[in-house]
């Protein structure tokens, strides 16, 4: 089993930048790959970003390419994303989630966290 807690969520004005983090407890952290995904009122869940479990594999959506930079501190158990020059289209939750492979589908992710509202105003 493992415990997720995203954290790093609020308001912020468009342009404007924001950190996420995402504290993982339970089984060894090292062991998985993590992904970050989002979902706005009345849409499916979406891919965000992903990382390997070394970190040296990283994968975006097109949509937060060069905005967004998803990393990891194994030692301190936890994933961060680091979300520039946002958009209003950017507010969601926000969620972390694990998984054995730094895929895009929400599918491949066993573990969620509760999420964290990020709100972007125009």
């Known amino acids: 089993q493992v415990q997720l807690v995203e954290s790093g969520g609020g308001l912020v004005q468009a342009g404007g930048s924001l950190r996420l983090s995402c504290a993982a407890s339970g089984r060894t952290f090292v062991n998985y790959a993590m992904g970050w995904f989002r979902q706005a009122p009345e849409k499916e869940r979406e891919f965000v970003a992903a990382?390997?479990?070394?970190?040296?594999?990283?994968n975006y959506a097109d949509s937060v390419k060069g905005r967004f930079t998803i990393s990891r501190d194994n030692a301190k158990n936890t994933v961060y994303l680091q979300m520039n020059s946002l958009k209003p289209e950017d507010t969601a939750i926000y969620y972390c989630?694990?998984?054995?492979?730094?895929?895009?589908?929400?599918?491949?992710?066993?573990?969620w966290g509760q999420g964290t509202q990020v709100t972007v105003s125009s």
């Open positions: 990382i390997s479990w070394s970190g040296g594999y990283t």
């Open positions: 989630a694990t998984s054995i492979r730094p895929g895009s589908s929400p599918r491949g992710y066993n573990y």
